[in-house]
């Protein structure tokens, strides 16, 4: 009996057992829940990414009274190579000082005489730097923190281009749209096809190729235009919202719906491109692999494809159907023209996705309204449209 006081108590195995299993049930409950947490933070600080985007744009018009260019810069003299950057600037690059980059503005607007291999190069760069994709210009390889999306965790090697996730608003038409009809000499194109007269009814959108455009052009109001907003950076997985498909010199007369038969996309996984699909493989072609570079698929989108759908380009830097996307559940933010930033889910109204995408519609007139439904119509900025804010 005296023995018996002195015993000790514990647990027993059933016991401790059930208190792991407990615990393990509680982490399974939890992790779900605290990556959500994080996703939404993420998002919330993609979300200030755009506001803040908008209030560089903002300021760049409030300084220029109009919004900086889209696939501009200096023009190629006649001597060709790095002597300039042959008018392929992307927005991005205009705003740098309204967004806090002006240390990094400064060594591309003046001329930069080192390089990332050599440490002193023999000829400077030129003021406003070499071509976009010109990797070995510091200023290019420079990742912009603010153009970024911390949910894409798509990152560039030490020696890529850096990356974005924020593209210009093109609308909803895309022959020839991407020289906007001028050369790389910077000389107007008269054809009277794909010539800069020509090619001006098409620019539907906020921006247009190698010319200014301004809140004034905007006929249909700020708050109902879209002028940016997100894209996914491409990857090599075959995704159809990252990666981009090749067509060919026809390509601009076949409907979006097209793009998506069963000789383009795989049948038991919509979201991706068959392994036979002519895409382009370069690892540097992909959505937003060059922020600086203002070829369509690398910094513009068109509100022709709901957001997380396909990429089409004639072949790159030429045309391109690109579609907005994200890393976010379901959608993707986008940038209205009055300021204000909207997430616009995967399932917005995109219209009649077997219309022929402007410019080569048979005869068809540039004052129509856009065959894309809501989103089409957030796209353009003279349509005299009246999009229902209500369904966003």
């Known amino acids: 009996m005296l023995g018996s006081r002195f015993r000790r108590s514990g647990f027993t195995l059933v016991e401790l057992l059930v208190v792991i299993a407990i615990i393990g049930v509680m982490v399974g409950l939890l992790l779900p829940a605290v990556q959500a947490a994080r996703e939404a933070a993420r998002r919330m600080s993609c979300g200030n990414n755009v506001k803040q985007l908008g209030l560089g744009l903002h300021n760049y018009h409030a300084a220029?009274?109009?919004?900086?260019?889209?696939?501009?810069?200096?023009?190629?003299?006649?001597?060709?190579?790095?002597?300039?950057?042959?008018?392929?600037?992307?927005?991005?690059?205009?705003?740098?000082?309204?967004?806090?980059?002006?240390?990094?503005?400064?060594?591309?607007?003046?001329?930069?005489?080192?390089n990332r291999v050599n440490a002193v190069r023999a000829i400077p760069f030129p003021s406003m730097g070499p071509v976009p994709w010109h990797e070995d210009y510091q200023p290019w390889l420079t990742q912009v923190p603010g153009y970024r999306c911390p949910s894409d965790p798509v990152q560039p090697t030490r020696t890529q281009v850096a990356f974005t996730n924020y593209a210009a608003c093109t609308g909803d038409a895309i022959f020839e749209q991407q020289h906007g009809g001028m050369t790389e000499q910077g000389q107007s194109i008269g054809d009277?096809?794909?010539?800069?007269?020509?090619?001006?009814?098409?620019?539907?959108?906020?921006?247009?190729?190698?010319?200014?455009?301004?809140?004034?052009?905007?006929?249909?109001?700020?708050?109902?235009?879209?002028?940016?907003?997100?894209?996914?950076?491409?990857?090599?997985?075959?995704?159809?919202?990252?990666?981009?498909?090749?067509?060919?010199?026809?390509?601009?007369?076949?409907?979006?719906?097209?793009?998506?038969?069963?000789?383009?996309?795989?049948?038991?996984?919509?979201?991706?491109?068959?392994?036979?699909?002519?895409?382009?493989?370069?690892a540097n072609h992909g959505r937003g692999r060059r922020w600086p570079d203002g070829r369509p698929q690398y910094?513009?989108?068109?509100?022709?494809?709901?957001?997380?759908?396909?990429?089409?380009?004639?072949?790159?830097?030429?045309?391109?159907?690109g579609t907005a996307a994200s890393r976010h559940q379901g959608g993707a933010h986008i940038l209205m023209a009055d300021g204000a930033t909207k997430f616009i889910t995967d399932s917005i109204d995109a219209g009649n996705q077997d219309f022929v995408p402007y410019g080569r519609a048979p005869n068809e007139m540039p004052g129509l309204?856009?065959?894309?439904?809501?989103?089409?119509?957030?796209?353009?900025?003279?349509?005299?449209?009246?999009?229902?804010?209500?369904?966003?």
């Not at 696939?71 to 205009?94: E, I, K, M, P, Q």
């Not at 396909?310 to 045309?319: A, C, K, L």
């Not at 449209?385 to 369904?391: A, I, N, R, V």
């Open 64 to 114: 220029f009274n109009r919004l900086p260019m889209q696939a501009g810069g200096t023009f190629d003299g006649g001597r060709g190579g790095d002597n300039s950057n042959h008018g392929w600037l992307s927005y991005l690059v205009g705003i740098l000082p309204f967004v806090e980059q002006q240390a990094l503005w400064e060594r591309i607007s003046a001329p930069l005489s080192v």
């Open 192 to 282: 009277g096809v794909w010539g800069e007269a020509a090619q001006e009814r098409w620019a539907r959108g906020s921006f247009r190729a190698r010319r200014f455009t301004g809140f004034r052009d905007i006929l249909d109001g700020t708050s109902n235009t879209i002028m940016c907003g997100e894209m996914s950076v491409g990857t090599q997985d075959f995704e159809t919202a990252t990666t981009v498909l090749n067509g060919d010199n026809a390509s601009a007369e076949r409907p979006p719906s097209s793009w998506r038969g069963p000789a383009f996309v795989d049948p038991l996984r919509p979201r991706f491109w068959l392994p036979t699909a002519n895409v382009d493989r370069n």
């Open 369 to 392: 309204p856009s065959a894309y439904g809501l989103w089409g119509a957030l796209g353009t900025r003279s349509a005299k449209e009246t999009p229902d804010m209500s369904q966003l």
């Open 299 to 321: 910094t513009t989108f068109t509100t022709i494809t709901p957001p997380n759908s396909i990429n089409v380009s004639r072949w790159e830097g030429h045309w391109a159907i």
